[in-house]
């Protein structure tokens, strides 16, 4: 669809901030307190709309986050909530979030309710969208403040997802911004497994780096732990891509042309009549390809596992009320 307003006409775009919250009642106070205040000061300086907002949504929290957004809402209609059902995790609750903020924004910005992620770069985002860009990545400049093991695992992944095919942009979580039309394309995405991540670059368009420092938590503690990252990772491996399965058949090819040498091998052993040793390489190989053969039908099986859900076209999200 054509974008109709004019993007020199500022004060007509509307912005959207859309958080996704899982068990965030520590940092909710400051972080909407922050937001607000960005929120109006960008008002303020007429670069976007006086109707623009702050969209927070529950993930299936079991602390008081939701009765927290309530609060917020009540105080002041500028922040606005959206419950999910239950928790469905960081992607789904985003997505859920998203597609409903696309109805009203012009301009929406995905951003993690620790505000780990700086806020004051927010200006850049929407600049870049007045400069034309329909979709606006935050690029990670350092990770000096995350501790050894996130940073070691957290770039392992992104290395790992390029190395399998996956097309991602590095060292860029899920802070970004989306104009509607983009976010009106990845509607059309869709899938169930869903990997954001790796979907937002397929949609093309013109498209911007922001780049920004990345701050500790807020409060509380990561609703990442290394077994969601794991999980993450494969996930978006298998929804980007088929390597996994390419190697597979290159790693088979392999080991039929070993196969030709053990043969050789193996007859003239049996011509120099030493048959009897031999056991070593027989156990050996016996484990190797075993382990190989149980390997490549789980990795088979993780994809057809894939299209056993992605078939059923369950809902990846379900709202339970919207606050507005
Ligand atoms: N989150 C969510 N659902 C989940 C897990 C996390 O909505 O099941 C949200 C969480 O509230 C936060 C964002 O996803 O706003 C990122 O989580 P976190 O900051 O814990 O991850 P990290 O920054 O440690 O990778
Ligand atoms: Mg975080």
Not at 25 to 52: C, F, H, M, N, Y
Not at 72 to 84: N, R, T
Not at 196 to 222: C, D, K, N, W
Request: aromatic residues 10%; neutral net charge; hydrophobic residues 40%.
């Amino acid at each position: 669809m054509e974008d109709k307003k004019n993007r020199n006409n500022r004060k007509e775009h509307v912005l959207y901030l859309v958080v996704p919250c899982y068990n965030e009642q520590e940092v909710l106070p400051e972080t909407s307190k922050r937001l607000r205040e960005k929120l109006a000061d960008l008002i303020g300086r007429e670069l976007i709309s006086s109707e623009s907002r702050i969209l927070f949504v529950n993930d299936g929290s079991k602390d008081r986050t939701w009765e927290m957004i309530e609060e917020l809402h009540e105080a002041d209609p500028v922040c606005q909530g959206v419950k999910l059902s239950r928790n469905r995790g960081h992607q789904n609750a985003l997505l859920g979030g998203l597609m409903t903020a696309k109805e009203y924004a012009d301009m929406v910005i995905s951003l993690d309710a620790d505000l780990q992620d700086d806020i004051d770069v927010i200006d850049q985002f929407v600049e870049k969208y007045y400069e034309g860009c329909e979709i606006v990545y935050g690029v990670r400049s350092a990770r000096n403040t995350d501790t050894f093991f996130k940073r070691f695992t957290a770039e392992g992944f992104y290395r790992l997802i390029r190395l399998m095919g996956g097309e991602v942009v590095f060292n860029h979580a899920d802070y970004r911004l989306m104009s509607r039309r983009a976010l009106e394309e990845m509607e059309r995405y869709q899938e169930v497994n869903l990997f954001l991540r790796g979907i937002v670059p397929m949609i093309g368009f013109q498209t911007g780096v922001v780049t920004y420092e990345r701050h500790e938590r807020l409060a509380g503690e990561s609703k990442y732990p290394l077994k969601k990252m794991l999980a993450l990772a494969v996930d978006g491996i298998t929804s980007l891509s088929i390597k996994p399965i390419r190697f597979i058949v290159l790693l088979g090819m392999f080991i039929f042309v070993c196969s030709f040498a053990m043969l050789a091998y193996s007859l003239i052993q049996h011509f120099l009549g030493r048959t009897s040793i031999g056991w070593t390489s027989l156990i050996v190989s016996i484990w190797a390809i075993g382990g190989l053969q149980l390997l490549a039908i789980g990795v088979i099986g993780e994809y057809i596992g894939k299209i056993y859900l992605e078939t059923k076209r369950r809902p990846r999200y379900i709202i339970e009320k919207v606050l507005r």
